[in-house]
Each structure stands twice: as C-alpha cells, then as structure tokens.
C-alpha cells in the first residue's frame, strides 16, 4: 500500500497569514522610499534618523511573498525545541527530549584546527565546492571506511547534510512540461520532517511507503518493488533513521539494493537513489553501517549524503557532504557545484581544517559520544518500554527513541501546573498536554508520516539523570489520563 504526498507545500493561505506578512523586513508597515518624520530620538528601536510616517506610501497591505514560500510548512521538530526553550527562559523546570542534536561540545581538536586557521588569515573565499585538500580526505574516508567507489572530484561540501540534500534535489527534479508526468519521489515513511518539503520545492511528488513499529520502521524489497514506477526519479533512503531510531542491516540493505538495481535495468532507467547517512556514526544496534553506494550495480547511481553534524557534534558549523560515484555522479555533482555557486558559495573557509582534523583524528571522541548515546538507548528504552501504553522497538541508531502512543488517544489528561486537563486526540495533543502539565518536550509524530501521526519522537541526547526524571514524569502524566 503506497501513501502519496501529504502535501505539505500545499496549505491554504488565510488571509490573517496574508496580512501578518505584509510588513517591511523591519516589521513596520509602509514603504521604505516614502517616509517624511525623521526619528530624532535616539532610543528609537530603529535607530536615531529613522524615517517615519507614511501618508503617500502605496498600500502594502496586498503585497504577498511567493506561493512556495508561504505555503511551507514550518518544522515541527524546531517549534517544540524553541517552546521548550522560551518556557525554560521564563523559569520553568522544561526538560527537553525535542532537539535533533548531540548534547556534547565539540571536541577541542576539531575547534582548535578551526581558530588556528582563522588566525592564519584563512578567511577568503575558497572554491565553491570545497578545496581539493579537505575533498580528497573525505572521499578517501568514503573509499577506505564506506567502500564507496568515488574520488575527490565527486564530493560537494556545502552547508549542512541538508543543505547537501537541497541542491541535489534541485539538480534531480524537474517541475513538469506540458504533458509530462510529475517525476515521483519513493520515501519510506516515518521520515524526518524536511524530506518532503525540499522533495516538494524542487518539482518532484512524494510517495509514501508505510511502515510499523512491530516491524522496526524498515520497508521490505516487496513493498518497493511495487512502489517503483515509469515515473520514479528517486528513492530516498535514511539509515540510521531519524525519527524511527532504527537502522538497517547490511543484509536488508543488499537485498533493497537488488530491487533498485533491477528496476533501473527495467522500470526506471532514471531511478537514483539518495542515501542520507548523517547518524552512521551513533550506532549501537550490534551490526555495522552499510552504505548502499558500495554496491557496484548501483554505485553510479547513488548519493550519498553526509555531514559533521551529528557524529561530531557540530550541528552549529553547517557542515555537510554530497558524495557521488562514475560518470553520473561526477556529472550530478558537478551540475550542484554550479547551484552552489549562484545559492552560497564555499562553507565557511577556516572550517576546511576543521573537517580534516574530525576526519582524520576524530574517531576516539566520536566512539566517546557512541558510547554514551548507547548507554542513553538501554537506560530510556527500559524505562519507556515500562511505561503502560508505549510501544516502540529497541533502538539501533540514531538518538531517538519513537514510541507509539496510540493508546491513549481518546483519553483526557488530568491538568496541572495550572493548565486544565485536555483531550487527547493525537500525538499533538499528547505533546502539547505534556508540555503543559508536566514540562516534558517531546515532538509530536504527525509531521513525519505514515504512522508517525501515533508516534512521538524522543532525543535521548540528553544526561542518564534528565532521562530519569523526564520518565518520572511521563508516567505521572499516563497515570492521570481518563
Ligand atoms: C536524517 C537527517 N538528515 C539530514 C539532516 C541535516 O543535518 P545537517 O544539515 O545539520 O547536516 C538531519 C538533521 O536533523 C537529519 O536528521
């Protein structure tokens, strides 16, 4: 059974949102060309001389910003982080399992490349896709530890994993002719939440392959077998998985591989496959990460995405890679170093070192951070697996744990912190209950597809201690639901 696009750049716009936006970049209403009262006051927010009134400005309150940008949905995911944070700002006891982010500093050998090379003047521009020094580590890095067939002039280095994820969308999909049918992107589902929107902004169509708790949140070959199409320009692939927790063995893997290797030989001679393995580093699931793109039939075919992001603890550094392979690959790379070029240029030049140093010598602090994060799965998962009506599998890898919480939809919860009780109706109404009456942050599952919408997503990076109290206060919650 295949779910198609949930459309989540196709929202109505109201006309409150319409009026909400029509404000200058300054958020004041008017027209910046024709204002007449100069502000002498030099506690004015916007500054002494700032020109005020507006009596010939052209009404703005019509003026609208595009479709695609207005109908965007915004990230679930970050909303839940920053209301966690505003509460805790406001001096509320929040503990917060909501952000998608190591917990640690980032080690200081990795820190220490960046100042030194910024207090050697390495502060101009670079070339767009990266220099060849810190290209040639990582594509030696995606040969010696992924098997990844592919060489420096196959690597793109831009501005987080996600980042790496836009453009190559943009250079994959295309927005219909005339007559031409839309080009189908295949996404297992729960995803994390940004897949479908960058899938969307780029002209491609999502389609869903569902997946279970009970059956770890992986897809079988069968079921994309069936969802493969004329039409399919690309399969996505995430393991270890964000939201699920989970990841796949390299024997599910292999035999996902064959599936895609035939349908291109058949069905889907356009068929390439993304593989965004941005947690290949926090795993602890008792079996190796296997990169897809090792496969020879299929090599060529395949990107592989990555980063520094959550192996490292750099999520603030927007650091992320696009690894291809053959003549494809150089050819799609290629054609995103030239995006890349009119979007942001090269990443921060000083950071280049940075990348070597985590590269080169980072593997002690990463398996540091590994060990943690696998002492965080066994201590949460024994306690949420106790936790009456919460059902998820053993986690594998990644940070997360993803309960199913759709026992208790239908219920209403018991009040407290001065909130009344409320109907609990969905995971949104769990989480904002939660968040409310118990000060626990999780996120809501909805935004993530498939059966997402019974589940809540759980960040274990987070101290044993903050895992433990957050616990204790989820089962107070569940004791209180009617
Ligand atoms: C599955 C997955 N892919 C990609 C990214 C992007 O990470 P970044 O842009 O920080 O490299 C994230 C971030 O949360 C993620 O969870």
């Given at each position: 059974m295949l779910g198609h696009s949930r459309g989540r750049i196709k929202g109505k716009r109201t006309p409150s949102a319409l009026a909400g936006r029509s404000r200058d970049p300054i958020g004041h209403r008017g027209g910046l060309l024709t204002r007449t009262k100069?502000?002498?006051?030099?506690?004015?927010?916007?500054?002494?001389?700032y020109i005020s009134g507006m009596s010939n400005a052209p009404t703005t309150s019509a003026l609208r910003i595009s479709r695609r940008a207005a109908e965007l949905k915004p990230s679930v995911t970050v909303a839940f982080m920053n209301r966690a944070k505003n509460m805790k700002a406001q001096g509320m006891d929040v503990l917060s399992f909501a952000a998608?982010?190591?917990d640690f500093d980032t080690p200081k050998l990795i820190k220490d490349a960046a100042i030194e090379a910024l207090n050697a003047g390495m502060v101009k521009y670079m070339p767009t896709l990266g220099d060849a020094e810190t290209r040639k580590v990582i594509a030696e890095k995606l040969v010696r530890e992924n098997g990844i067939p592919t060489?420096?002039?196959?690597?793109?280095?831009?501005?987080?994993?996600?980042?790496?994820?836009?453009i190559a969308c943009q250079s994959l999909f295309d927005f219909p002719a005339p007559g031409e049918p839309v080009q189908e992107a295949i996404l297992p589902v729960p995803a994390w939440v940004s897949y479908a929107p960058i899938i969307e902004l780029s002209g491609g169509k999502v389609v869903?392959?569902?997946?279970?708790?009970?059956?770890?949140?992986?897809?079988?070959?069968?079921?994309?077998?069936?969802?493969?199409?004329?039409?399919?320009?690309?399969?996505?692939?995430?393991?270890?998985?964000?939201?699920?927790?989970?990841m796949y063995t390299p024997a599910e893997l292999k035999a996902i591989a064959q599936v895609l290797a035939e349908a291109a030989r058949t069905v889907a001679p356009q068929l390439v496959i993304v593989s965004d393995?941005?947690?290949?580093?926090?795993?602890?699931?008792?079996?190796?990460?296997?990169?897809?793109?090792s496969i020879p039939e299929i090599a060529e075919r395949t990107l592989t995405i990555?980063?520094?992001?959550?192996?490292?603890?750099?999520?603030?550094?927007?650091?992320?890679?696009?690894?291809?392979?053959g003549a494809f690959g150089k050819k799609l790379i290629d054609a995103m170093g030239v995006l890349q070029g009119q979007m942001t240029t090269n990443i921060t030049s000083f950071t280049y070192p940075a990348i070597r140093a985590a590269l080169l010598k980072g593997a002690p602090e990463v398996e540091r951070m590994r060990q943690a994060f696998a002492e965080r799965a066994e201590a949460i998962f024994a306690r949420i697996g106790r936790v009456p009506g919460f059902k998820c599998p053993k986690p594998t890898g990644a940070f997360y744990l993803f309960p199913d919480i759709s026992a208790h939809f239908g219920k209403t919860s018991a009040g407290g912190n001065g909130k009344a009780g409320r109907k609990i109706n969905g995971a949104m109404d769990f989480c904002e209950a939660l968040l409310e009456e118990q000060f626990v942050a999780f996120v809501?599952?909805?935004?993530?597809?498939?059966?997402?919408?019974?589940?809540?997503?759980?960040?274990?990076?987070?101290?044993?201690?903050?895992?433990?109290?957050?616990?204790?206060?989820?089962?107070?919650?569940?004791?209180?639901l009617r």
């Open positions: 100069t502000s002498p006051n030099s506690d004015d927010p916007h500054g002494p001389g998608g982010e190591p060489t420096l002039d196959h690597i793109a280095i831009s501005a987080g994993g996600k980042h790496s994820l836009y869903e392959i569902p997946t279970t708790a009970a059956g770890d949140f992986k897809i079988t070959p069968e079921q994309l077998k069936k969802a493969i199409t004329p039409h399919t320009r690309a399969f996505f692939i995430n393991s270890p998985s964000n939201p699920c927790g989970t393995e941005l947690y290949e580093k926090v795993i602890y699931g008792g079996f190796d990460h296997f990169s897809i793109g990555n980063g520094l992001s959550k192996a490292y603890a750099m999520t603030g550094w927007r650091i992320g890679y696009a690894c291809g392979s809501p599952g909805e935004d993530f597809g498939g059966c997402g919408s019974n589940c809540v997503r759980i960040s274990f990076a987070c101290s044993i201690d903050q895992i433990n109290k957050g616990v204790d206060r989820v089962e107070k919650f569940v004791a209180g």
